[in-house]
């Protein structure tokens, strides 16, 4: 678990509450009533405000996600075994903002004209809410995601919570910041070349790319290539990511194409490692990832 991070001269000690637990043991802690959404979210906007230097987050409505986290406690109080099928019950999740969030402003990192995106919330959100996820934020990226540093001249650089100096990765920049330094339980990225897996590696945070097909399709985001597009998880751990990527991202099967689907069931047990996996790990530190140096806010890598 990501911890003890250094940021804007400000200690970030090992995360407390629900940024502690697994997204598995969040829900059932929400179901024994043994979480409360209210206290989590003073947490939240406290480490917002202290983490803001480092340029995580794109857009927040403090307001509408205290409705939303009532609204969500009430439900599970009028429906219980409708929370007990919901794997993502009371997850803190912030989306890239270049997928569609109904009410909220879509910028991809620009001030250029996007094209015409339908206003309702992209495929990917509806599943989180489905699953019982709060979608509390939208996170900052590299412009219209094409880069893979975070500079951003637009919204500012994306730094590296290791380092605000070094950069943070990109395009999902914003995503593998808020997941490093605890910002919400997990985060949505898009990967077409790259954009997951870069900030993930630079941040050292859990994320992957989903198999071509395994994605449920791309509607209701910015898109760059049809055949390479995949919205996919940033996690804290292996285990998180899966759930994540099995509730929110995968495609369900007789779910109607591009639209919300039933997130059932729950990410299966990691306890016995994954059989038929090979698995990589740097042997450098997220700081220490090689890069071009520069940019409009001064983040670098050597």
């Known amino acids: 678990m990501v911890s003890d991070l250094y940021f804007s001269g400000v200690r970030a000690s090992e995360n407390s509450g629900a940024a502690s637990m697994s997204l598995r043991q969040q829900a059932d802690a929400l179901r024994a009533g043994k979480r409360s959404l209210t206290d989590e979210l003073a947490h939240l906007k406290a480490r917002a405000a202290e983490t803001a230097g480092l340029r995580p987050l794109a857009w927040v409505d403090w307001e509408r996600v205290a409705r939303e986290a009532q609204a969500l406690t009430d439900q599970i109080g009028r429906e219980p075994d409708r929370a007990a099928q919901r794997p993502l019950l009371g997850a803190w999740i912030s989306v890239k903002d270049l997928f569609q969030l109904e009410g909220a402003p879509m910028k991809a990192g620009t001030e250029a004209t996007l094209p015409l995106i339908p206003a309702a919330s992209s495929a990917v959100v509806q599943r989180l809410q489905a699953a019982g996820a709060l979608v509390f934020a939208k996170t900052n990226m ?9 500079e951003n001249p637009w919204t500012g650089d994306v730094c590296n919570p290791h380092d605000p100096a070094r950069q943070s990765g990109g395009s999902s920049s914003g995503s593998g910041v808020a997941v490093a330094v605890g910002l919400g339980s997990a985060s949505i990225g898009s990967d077409t070349g790259g954009s997951i897996r870069i900030p993930s590696a630079f941040c050292g945070v859990v994320g992957f790319k989903p198999t071509v097909g395994s994605a449920s399709r791309w509607q209701g985001a910015l898109p760059l290539s049809w055949t ?47 059989p038929g996996c090979r698995h990589a790990c740097p042997l450098r530190g997220p700081a220490g990832a090689a890069g071009h140096t520069g940019g409009p806010g001064g983040c670098r890598t050597p």
């Open 142 to 150: 590299h412009e219209i995601a094409l880069g893979a540093t975070g």
């Open 228 to 274: 390479c597009d995949h919205a996919g998880p940033l996690a804290r751990s292996v285990e998180d990511a899966a759930l994540l990527h099995q509730g929110a991202v995968r495609t369900q099967p007789g779910a109607r194409p591009g639209g919300p689907a039933a997130a059932a069931g729950r990410a299966p047990s990691l306890a016995g490692g994954a």
